[in-house]
């Protein structure tokens, strides 16, 4: 079940995976005083043509060479018009995709935003040579991971290697408290 | 003057278990109210009823405490988060998870209010 936005997330970004990205832009903003939640999942994948654009969030479509459109934008189409919000797909063949989803902060049926480490590091796990980035903006404050910076620490070791995704949650974890508490940003930066 | 319905029949009916304090005294059921979309139950719930929802995440304990809910049954087997629970402990509000679904949840709960001529 969808139930937290980080699940919609890790959802399109799997569709970005399938489309044969490798690289992807995940950014999450949050400002609560301007009564705003918004993410997008930016890919260089294959890209959708524009007559399956046309049926993206028709959940009784679905294209027959096997390629996964699935019931994930149809939700997420459902869960944002809960709310008033906006979802915005645009995609150009050979180029990739760009999914925007806009809640309004306070709505009381905006499914809560979840647990995005766990999202990234599941996103990670089997695809060690995917570039990711990450970016967290929390009340104008940021917080970004790039996947090429942490793979030339690693000297040779594989992104997805279980200790090294138990690492990154982790870090992910506390970074995000420490956005979040709005605390010093300097130690976010120490950490990585 | 109705009977209120008892805590540990509905417990036992309902094969609920408990994620509040031991310790927290448990209110009057009045009703109940079933539902997963947080502005109908906002709108639609009663004060003093029981809330049977799939939803299990924070904002669940805000609602219930709001309308002022009996407690709360989270159905399906699933099982609240750890941040769920502290929030449910400090509001003071009654947290259930039952395996039963809602509908039988709902089922059952309402055949024993109505023995109760609740509903």
Redesign the interface.
Known sequence: ?L??LAHHILDVARNSLEAGATRVEIVVEEDPAGDLLRFSVVDNGSGIPPYVQRHLTNPFFTTKSGKKVGLGLPFLQAAVE?CGGNLEIKSEVGRGTKVTATFPYY???R??L?DMPRTIVSLLAGNGHLNLCYRHIFQGQSFKMDTAEIRSRLKGIPLDAPEVLLWLRQYLEENLDILFGGGDHEVARRAG | MVKLIDWQEIIAELELTAHHHKALALPPVYGAYCGD???DV?ARARRGSLWIT??????VIA?ASLVGLSGVVISGGRVPPPDTVDLAEREGVPLFSTPLDSFHAAGRLYNLLIRRGKC
């Open positions: 079940m139930e937290e809960r709505c009381w049926d499914p809560p979840g | 979309m947080m502005s906002l799939i939803q299990r995440h924070r904002n609602v």
